[in-house]
Nanobody, 121 residues
Framework: QVQLVESGGGLVQPGGSLRLSCAAS????????MGWYRQAPGKQRELVAT???????NYADSVKGRFTISRDNAKNTVYLQMNSLKPEDTAVYYC???????????????WGQGTQVTVSS
């Protein structure tokens, strides 16, 4: 079983910063990529940022220039550095991993439990 443990969420003032962490553990053979998604009240879940095993990154237009995704491959951990936070960034942030649990196995998608990020003065 693949488990994703998230940390770093909380309450921050507009213009402030937070760093989210997500550590993956369990039966993981190969990780294709990891990422962060978020869901605000009354809205659909949206992609925030992703990073592949090769280091290629992708960001939502709304966070480009403010958020940075990075990964420690040795620790199977992904980070999301969030700077210049805005109230509209308020959401539940979910860590995502997609990869294979065994050689030749199918690519699966796994999710963390979500962590609340609230940007408010």
């Amino acid at each position: 079983q693949v488990q994703l443990v998230e940390s770093g969420g909380g309450l921050v003032q507009p213009g402030g910063s937070l760093r989210l962490s997500c550590a993956a553990s369990g039966s993981i053979f190969s990780i294709n990529g990891m990422g962060w998604y978020r869901q605000a009240p009354g809205k659909q879940r949206e992609l925030v940022a992703t990073i592949t095993s090769a280091g290629s990154t992708n960001y939502a237009d709304s966070v480009k220039g403010r958020f940075t995704i990075s990964r420690d491959n040795a620790k199977n951990t992904v980070y999301l550095q969030m700077n210049s936070l805005k109230p509209e960034d308020t959401a539940v942030y979910y860590c995502n991993l997609y990869g294979s649990r065994w050689y030749g196995g199918p690519v699966g998608t796994y999710w963390g439990q979500g962590t609340q990020v609230t940007v408010s003065s």
